[in-house]
Every structure is written in C-alpha cells, then in structure tokens.
C-alpha cells in the first residue's frame, strides 16, 4: 500500500520522473510481453501440431511464460498504481490450476528395497513391468524362472533424493529436443553421467550385498544377470530393447551394475522412445532384477499368433547359440521353428536353417539322455519345443493377448523363462484383389517379414550407429543389422531393409509401434541395393522392387499400432484451457476486466492493452488537460504521437502540440520515416482509404474499438530507442528498437498483421515480407496473419540501414493483399522491390 501512495505522489509532485518511471515500466512490460508471446508460439506449437516432448519441457515453458506474465501484471501495476488491484488474485489462481494439470498425482506406494521374485503383487508400481511378469509366471503359473530378487522403484527413488538427482534430471529433460541428434546426446550423456557418478546410500547398498550374498548360497551361482524393470516396461509400450542388461555380473561388481541399470533409463535411445510415447519421466521409476546367470546352450524367443509375415498361425521359435542378446539385439539370423496344428494333430517343424547351423554343415544329430534326437548345439527338440509351445499357451490364456517370450536352455536341457510381454500384433491382411507382381523387376526375393506394409524412396545404407543422424526423410534404410539403438532413426525412413535380424528382435518390436515396414534376413540386401536407387518395399510379400510400384504401396498400407491417449498429451490437454484460448477481445466491452480473466493468454492481453492505454492516454489523471505527446507533423497518411522520453516531457503543453520531423532526435525513428517517405514510395492510391473510421483492427494480440478517440499510431523515442505502434490500413505493425553504439545490445523486432483483402491475399503478402525480411538478414516466423522477425547484434550503421527498408516495405505493402495473386507473383515483387520498385498497387 505504501508503495501505490508513492508513486502517487511523485505523479503529483515530480511528473517529468514519473513518466520516465512509467516509460521505464512500459518498455519493461513489452520485453515481458514479447517473452510471453514467444513462450505462448513454443507451447502453442508443442501442442497443435502433436510435438514429441517431455513434460518437464511443457512445465519448463508454461513456468517461464507464467513468470513473465507476473512480471507484465508488476509493471502495469507501476503504471497505474491501485487501478487493477485484484489482477494479480486471478493471475495466481489461473497459474496455479495450469500448474496443478502439469503436476502428476500419481503417487508410488513406499515399499521394501528389496522384494522376492516369488512375491504377489497387484500392479508394476514397484516391481517394474518385467519383474512383475516373472513373479506372476513363478508364483501363479508355477513356470520355471531364474531364481532372483527385485530391487524395487523404493529404492530407485530412494537413490535419488539422496544424491539430490530429482531436480536436475528435471532441468536437463526440460531442454531435450528429440528431432535434434545433438540435443539428445547431450542431455543423455550429462544425464548418465551423473547417475553412474552418484553414490548409493549406504542403507541401500547393504541391503542389495546381503540380498546377493543369500541367493549366491542358496543357488551356488557365481554369476548374476542385472536387468532393467521399468514400470510400463513390457507394457502395450514394450521399451523392447531401449534400457539397459547386463550378463555375466560378479558379486563385486554388483553395485556398478546397479548404478549402470538405472543410468540406462536415460540413455538416449531410452528417452527417445519414452518421449515418443508420451509417458511421463517420473511414473517410470527404474525396478531393477537380479537373476541367476543361466550359461545358456541356445536362447530365443517365442511367439504366439504368427507376429507378422511368418505364414503361421501357430507358435514361431526363434533361437540361436548361447546367450540371446545378439538375437533380440538384432545382430544374427537366428534359426525358426514352427508348431502348428494339423490334421487333428500338432506338426514341429524347422524353417531352412542358416548357411552356418550345424544341420547346413553335415554334422550328425546326436541323442539326449532322454532318447529325443536333436542336432547337436543348434536344433531344439521336439520335445522341447513342445514344452515351450505348451507354457507360452499357458501363458498367453493367463494375459489373455498374444506374447512373446524370451527363454534359455541350459547345457543340462533346462528351459527356464525370462521374459514375457504382449506382443504388439499386427493382422495378416486379405488383399481384395491380389497384386500381379510378375512384371515388376525384383531386386530382392525371400527376405522375411518382421513389420507389415509397403512403402517407397530412395536407398540410404549405414554400418553403425554414428550414421543414423544423416539418414534424410523418406528414405528406406539398408542395413546389415537392426540394433535397438537404430529406432532413433524410425520416424524418418518409410522402410528398412536387414540383412540379418528377425520379427522376434527389439528392433522389429519398435517397428512394428512405428508402423514402418521391415524386411529382415536377406542375407545381402545391403549389397544389392545400391544407395541412391529408389525402391518399393514390400515386407508383407518379402520383396523389394526396382523403382516405385504404387499399385504395391496402395495394396499393402503400413500398419501402425493405435496408442491410447498419452500421459503426456493427457496433462498437457488439461493445461491448456488455463494458457491458450483468449476470452477478452474488445477493451471496449464492459467484460474486459480481470474478474473474466480465465487464462493467461487473457492476462497478456489485458495487461498489454491497459499498459498501451496508460502510456498513451492523454486525459488521464497525471495530465489532465495537458499532454506529454506531442503529435508528428508528416506529408504521411498518418497520426503518430511521439512521446520523447529523453525530451523535457513533463512540461505543460497543448493537447494540440506539434512536433516537425526535423525536431526529431531519435535516430531509429528518423530511419524509418526516411523509409515510409521515400520518393519511389506512392501514397495516392491509398487516398480512398478511410484510415481512422473503420469498424475494429487487431494490434499486437489485442482490439482497438473505432469508437477509441486516441485511434491513431503511437511512438515512444529516445535518441536510440524507437517502440512504435503502427496502424493503418486494416493491417497493423509493432516495432521496437534498440539502436545504440554497442552492436551487441542492438535490434529490430517487428510484428506485423491484419489485412483488408481475402485470406489468399494476406498469406501471399505475409510470404512477401517474410522473404524481404531474411533477405536483409532477419530472422522470420509466420503463424497464420502474423508475422514476427527480428534482427539481433548488428553495428548502429546497419540498423539504421534496415530501419529505412523496413519503412519502405511497410509502404510498399500497404494495400498488397488486395491486389496479390499467387506465388509467381511474389516472387516477381521481390525482385521487383530488391531492385528499387516500391509501388504495388496494380
């Protein structure tokens, strides 16, 4: 209250220091406000157009367009002391709702650090999605898993806020930008970093030590496998192949594995697919499995309901020698085989084996101690493929979906179950009318399906993953192997085409969610498709095509894998009805006060409006009968009031005061009307023109009524500074700059809208300015009849150079939208007007 009655007074008492004041205050208020509406775009942008980003990104800008609104209702405040008193209660009350739609509410039940594998549990809150999925085959379905333990979320949390990671994995999450290479690998290099650097608390520590030392003497295993279990891991989203496992783990080095687990969870392919999925970093807290080490004679994994273009309806066995990382990170061919039903009966059957199998070479098959035959180190009996058949059935009933399971034989013929998830399926489709493909040249022949559809572009090959980055859209990858890591590059190409891999890979999973279609096992794809040589995948027939074929693409769509709604999208959706829409439009109607303020978006813009009309009014209180502007004496077909904020503005003067150009001292001003008075330039045709007496315009996100008796254009000046409100025509313009000795402080920012012509017609002008302006070095970003551009860091000479062809452009454009055709055109303008024509009025 105090601080209301001084600035009071120094408006009485001192009103030359209260302008400047308050001309401080203004030019504060539209630094905020430009900061605003820029945060406003990004988040606008993020949302309309379904942008991919974490949600600390969306809390990150919604805080700081929030902030700068407080700051704008402060300097309004500064303004007009007292005059809007109960703005900042709804200011606060509508942050605080937005806030509350980006905060989650979800909260995870506290539990043990460590939990048992042979536990019951409700939900993956705790155990995470693979480590609930193994206790509820060895609990409930009584199957053979690893013997283990589960370190729960608990203690994942407990990790954290120990080492105080919360708030700045936050900070680094909010800047990922996942289109940009270098963004993701920054943030994901800083983010593991500083967990795998972090200390476990020794609490924790213990309990992990004395939890191994049991399970190492109850099984007498020496080795441990240390595996991600993250919650929603294994869920309708997979993360197949996105976090991190590690094999062959001694007792001592546990901890590290520990640590390496959890880091996982922000390595860059990790939160590529998390944030392409929308879910939120926090309601995916890391559980992490200890297992027994299995030495493994083959690994593989199982499918039900035939996943994609294998043929069979049945059981697909897909396995290879020793461990099954390489299988399901896509680096081998590994073997198939198929149990379907026949003839009332069940038929086991192999795929043809690779070039490199035991049965390929000649060797002899050899008889288990259970008098089954099989080939020896490569084929899986009948009898235990049979057994795998019988539980992932069992399994299957149990989830009531199709699955797929990751498993190991051990070398005394144990099977035992790793992993088992849904599998992601996609329906083998009935083409109404089957393709003739038989006059089409075929580059490749019998590649396999691992992700249905058809789609054409240019050959793009790359050997390792430092490549993904300059794999260019459109383009179908050719690869000799499918890496998880290799998804980052998914949204962009329209097929990919391995020479190794399989449906059952990690790689094949992500594809499958991408909807991209995949043909794996070609065995020399990469040779025969030279890059460049544009091409027609068909994974569904296992073909690849010369040339683009439309009549294959039409017939064999991609097929993606609906979502649900996004968490993400979700609390975002919630959000935006507090930020985006504006609600008070006319200052004019008696509704335009902040009681009707429901959204930031509205606070802008009342307090833009309000500040506008303090700054400018020339009745207020402070003046009453007198003016601090002074109104510009030009040959333009324009009234501008000048305000001088380094002039002697508190003086008494004339509400009918003039000001001549050549009493001017501002320097960016004095540019600009050199521009819009330029001899080339002809205002004539502008004559038929009502410019003050028209119904409403738009200007700077805000409405200025024709009953306005100030309805004019407005400039605050200083010898280097020039904020203009422009109006004329139904079109408008902002200009604020800065034009100083020091290049580094200097600028140009500009706001340009409106239009009396059709749609067609605006957008064409808009394309006109925008290329004028990036070809005097602005940089331009249009979003439908608004323009903004901006000129940063150049020396005062240049600034006042652009400042004259900004004028000129802004007389030259005038009326354009009214006469503008098409885009021929415009580009003929722009040459026209780089060359000196300025007159566009036929």
Not at 329 to 357: K, M, W, Y
Not at 451 to 456: I, L, P
Not at 681 to 698: A, L, M, P, Y
Request: hydrophobic letters at 40%; charged letters at 20%.
């Amino acid at each position: 209250m105090l601080g209301i009655f001084s600035r009071i007074a120094l408006q009485l008492m001192a009103p030359k220091a209260a302008i400047r004041a308050k001309y401080n205050a203004f030019k504060e208020l539209l630094r905020s406000d430009r900061h605003c509406h820029e945060r406003l775009a990004e988040l606008e942008e993020l949302y309309y157009q379904n942008r991919k980003v974490d949600l600390h990104r969306i809390r990150r800008l919604h805080r700081e367009l929030s902030d700068g609104v407080s700051a704008m209702v402060g300097c309004l405040d500064r303004m007009s002391p007292a005059s809007y008193r109960t703005l900042r209660a709804y200011y606060k009350k509508i942050d605080f709702y937005g806030r509350i739609a980006l905060t989650s509410l979800k909260s995870t039940p506290a539990s043990s650090f460590i939990l048992p594998l042979n536990g019951s549990y409700q939900d993956d809150l705790q155990t995470g999605g693979k480590g609930l999925h193994l206790s509820q085959l060895k609990q409930q379905l009584g199957l053979p898993v690893p013997e283990g333990f589960i370190i729960s979320t608990s203690a994942f949390h407990y990790f954290l806020e120990a080492n105080n990671l919360g708030p700045k994995i936050n900070s680094l999450l909010s800047q990922v930008d996942i289109t940009s290479e270098k963004s993701l690998y920054a943030a994901a290099d800083k983010l593991t970093k500083m967990v795998e650097a972090a200390d476990i608390p020794d609490r924790l520590a213990q309990e992990i030590r004395s939890a191994l030392a049991a399970l190492a003497l109850r099984t007498g295993s020496p080795l441990f496998a240390v595996r991600s279990s993250a919650v929603s891991e294994d869920s309708a989203i997979s993360f197949a192949g996105q976090y991190e496992s590690l094999l062959q783990v001694s007792q001592e080095r546990i901890l590290a594995a520990y640590r390496k687990v959890l880091a996982g969870k922000y390595a860059a392919k990790a939160i590529y697919y998390r944030i392409n999925a929308g879910l939120l970093d926090e309601e995916t807290p890391m559980a992490v499995l200890v297992l027994t080490m299995i030495e493994a004679r083959l690994s593989g994994v199982v499918t039900s309901g035939g996943p994609a273009g294998t043929g069979h309806a049945g059981i697909a066995i897909h396995y290879t020698q020793g461990f099954g990382d390489k299988l399901v990170g896509g680096r081998c061919t590994p073997v198939t085989a198929f149990i379907t039903r026949h003839d009332g009966g069940v038929l086991f059957e192999h795929a043809q084996p690779p070039a490199n199998s035991a049965a390929r070479s000649g060797q002899t098959p050899a008889e288990d101690a259970d008098g089954t035959t099989e080939f020896f180190s490569w084929y899986i009996s009948e009898k235990q493929a049979l057994q795998l058949a019988s539980w992932t059935q069992q399994i299957e009933f149990f989830y009531q979906l199709p699955q797929e399971i990751e498993w190991s034989l051990d070398r005394q013929g144990n099977i035992f179950l790793l992993q088992a998830r849904s599998l992601l399926h996609q329906q083998k489709r009935e083409v109404a009318r089957p393709v003739d493909t038989s006059g089409f040249p075929v580059l490749i022949n019998d590649g396999e399906t691992a992700s249905r559809g058809a789609a054409s572009g240019p050959v793009y090959r790359i050997d390792n993953e430092g490549q993904l980055a300059d794999v260019p859209e459109g383009a179908v990858l050719v690869t000799a192997v499918t890496p998880p890591s290799y998804v980052l590059a998914l949204p962009r190409v329209c097929a990919v085409v391995a020479d190794q891999g399989s449906v059952a890979d990690h790689f094949a999973s992500v594809a499958r969610e991408f909807g991209v279609p995949v043909l794996v096992k070609t065995g020399s794809g990469s040779e025969l498709l030279p890059a460049g040589r544009m091409v027609t995948v068909c994974a569904d027939l296992g073909r690849v095509f010369d040339g683009r074929i439309d009549t294959i693409i039409e017939s064999y769509p991609p097929q993606q894998i609906k979502q649900a709604d996004t968490p993400v999208h979700q609390a975002f959706a919630k959000a935006i009805q507090f930020i985006f829409p504006l609600r008070l439009v006319n200052p004019a109607d008696p509704a335009f006060a902040p009681e009707n303020c429901r959204s930031l978006h509205d606070i802008i813009r009342f307090v833009h409006e309000k500040g506008l009309h303090s700054m400018f009014s020339q009745t207020g209180r402070m003046f009453s009968k007198r003016s601090a502007t002074s109104l510009l004496e030009t040959p333009l077909p324009l009234r501008i009031y000048v305000l001088d904020v380094d002039g002697d503005i508190g003086k008494p003067c004339d509400s009918d005061e003039k000001l001549s150009e050549n009493d001017l001292r501002s320097g960016p001003l004095k540019a600009l009307l050199r521009g819009l008075a330029h001899p080339d330039i002809t205002w004539r045709h502008h004559d038929h023109f009502d410019w003050k007496n028209f119904s409403e315009v738009t200007m700077a996100d805000g409405i200025v009524s024709s009953s306005d008796p100030a309805f004019a254009s407005y400039a605050v000046v200083s010898r280097d500074y020039l904020n203009l409100n422009m109006r004329f025509g139904y079109h408008f313009v902002i200009l604020d700059s800065l034009c100083t000795s020091v290049a580094e402080e200097n600028y140009i920012k500009l706001r340009f809208a409106g239009g009396g012509g059709g749609s067609a017609g605006i957008t064409l002008r808009l394309l006109f300015i925008a290329e004028i302006l990036r070809r005097l070095s602005f940089s331009v970003k249009t979003t439908g009849d608004l323009l903004d551009g901006q000129l940063m860091r150049y020396n005062e000479k240049t600034i006042l150079q652009r400042l004259d062809t900004v004028g000129r452009l802004l007389a030259a454009t005038t009326l354009m939208d009214m006469v503008i055709k098409d885009e021929n055109m415009v580009n003929r303008m722009v040459e026209g007007f780089m060359n000196g024509k300025y007159d566009f009025s036929s």
